[in-house]
């Protein structure tokens, strides 16, 4: 069964690794959302799981790089690594 309190996952490792992993915490008061990834090309946040509050700016930090998260229609994102590095959210 699925653990509830998960919200992370690992899609695809990357090429050539034995392993990947990818971990994430969520900061309520600063609405924050900060993930870490080892040898990940793509990985989903799910945000129903995560109490974020829509209404205020949503900071996502991935790998100490800041950006801005948007609602989107769906609660499940899926993440790519580019080619330079950056990651992108896949659309579905």
Known sequence: MDDPDRWLFVEKVAGKASGGWVTGSFDENRNKLSITTSDVEEFAVDTS????????LVVLSIDGKNSELRKRDFDILHFRRTPHGEWTVREP
């Open 49 to 56: 799981r995560v109490k974020i509050n829509w209404r205020k």
